[in-house]
């Protein structure tokens, strides 16, 4: 197997997750990344916590240490469509390694790859391009790729199901208050993230048509909205009798929150906009609490295998989530005849598939250097 340097800013559940999916995959991997977030456990995993700033003078010294591990494939990992300095340079030294494998994997296009963003350049000279959806893969058409065997693929974040669940903790009596509160009648958890109070906004549409059914546990705060805004919100549910059937819960502790959607009739996450990142926790928290999901067409893109509609989950058409969502709601219940989290206890391949695909990617673009 092949040795890797995983480049990351952080530490964080994706790039650590990688990192020890390639391991179990028999690759070497050293993980660089910023000073100070090396953890306590390395689980075997190499790490190099250099950067402070990622600067290019910090990237230029790193580089005789990096000629002397003698990297086969150098691996960057890209929250965001921006990079700093220090990435660039060590993307340069893998293109002048005549040895090394140039990889990215690209998990959020928000601003776009324009001619003035960098990594828009660093596509382009990649040996191999990972995007986490097809769609975002579609975004790289038309950029003037150097190498015609440049390999592409699809690698969404990393779902650790090996991830020991929440332990219990002691429930404080304001947790108490709001278990025994959403108790009272059947709830869906919808996260919450708006900036202000918008009545024509569809998202608010949504949670109101939710809850004139089923009583809503907003997951989430408004803490940050005006009290106009806070009262204005509480009028308008109260025109349409939904007054008594919405709350909010405020900051949760993580076994409070796998409490609040193991009891739960469902947690939508159908029309709201987040990074896949971001959708892959959602999905692990669902599938560890055994939580019922309504999602829209689109966010099924990531971890595109794992989604059959009416069997493991909901999903609501994109382009008309309203009409979707009131025959929805229209049901006598939410349960699904498919429990997500037994069907992958059984069958590891839907999880493994990406990584196995990012295999393929590396072996085809290291034979290509022989």
């Not at 999905?283 to 019922?292: G, N």
Request: hydrophobic residues 40%.
């Amino acid at each position: 197997m092949a040795k890797i340097i995983l480049v990351s800013k952080h530490v964080n559940a994706t790039s650590w997750q990688l990192a020890q999916a390639l391991k179990a995959q028999q690759h070497e991997v050293i993980l660089l990344t910023s000073y100070g977030e090396t953890p306590r456990d390395t689980s075997g995993i190499e790490f190099m916590g250099y950067f402070k700033k990622w600067s290019f003078l910090e990237g230029i010294r790193i580089i005789p240490g990096l000629f002397g591990l003698q990297p086969q494939i150098l691996h960057v990992l890209l929250d965001e469509d921006r990079m700093s300095p220090a990435q660039m340079v060590l993307s340069t030294f893998a293109k002048s390694h005549p040895t090394c494998v140039l990889t990215t994997s690209l998990l959020n296009i928000r601003k776009g790859l324009s001619r003035r963003n960098p990594v828009r350049y660093l596509i382009e000279e990649s040996d191999i391009i990972t995007c986490p959806t097809v769609e975002a893969l579609g975004l790289l058409r038309g950029l003037d790729v150097r190498s015609n065997r440049q390999g592409r693929g699809i690698l969404p974040p990393v779902l650790d199901l090996k991830a020991t669940p929440p332990s219990e903790e002691a429930v404080e009596s304001s947790e108490l208050h709001l278990l025994e509160t959403l108790a009272q009648k059947p709830y869906v958890v919808i996260p919450f993230n708006e900036p202000r109070f918008n009545p024509e906004s569809e998202s608010f549409i949504r949670l109101r048509t939710v809850a004139q059914k089923y009583k809503v546990a907003l997951w989430g705060t408004y803490s940050h909205w005006s009290l106009r805004d806070r009262k204005r919100f509480a009028a308008w549910m109260e025109e349409f009798q939904c007054g008594d059937r919405w709350l909010l819960t405020g900051p949760l502790s993580a076994s409070l929150t796998q409490n609040l959607l193991q009891k739960s009739t469902a947690l939508m996450l159908a029309g709201q906009q987040f990074t896949p990142v971001e959708m892959t926790e959602y999905y692990l928290r669902a599938i560890q609490s055994q939580a019922v999901l309504i999602l829209d067409s689109r966010q099924t893109s990531v971890h595109s295998d794992l989604w059959k509609n009416t069997v493991n989950c909901w999903v609501l058409n994109q382009g008309q989530l309203q009409k979707d969502l009131i025959k929805l709601l229209a049901k006598s219940h939410l349960k699904l005849p498919e429990s997500l989290s037994e069907k992958l206890a059984e069958d590891r391949h839907l999880i493994d598939s990406s990584m196995n695909e990012l295999n393929r990617l590396y072996n085809k673009a290291l034979n290509h250097l022989r």
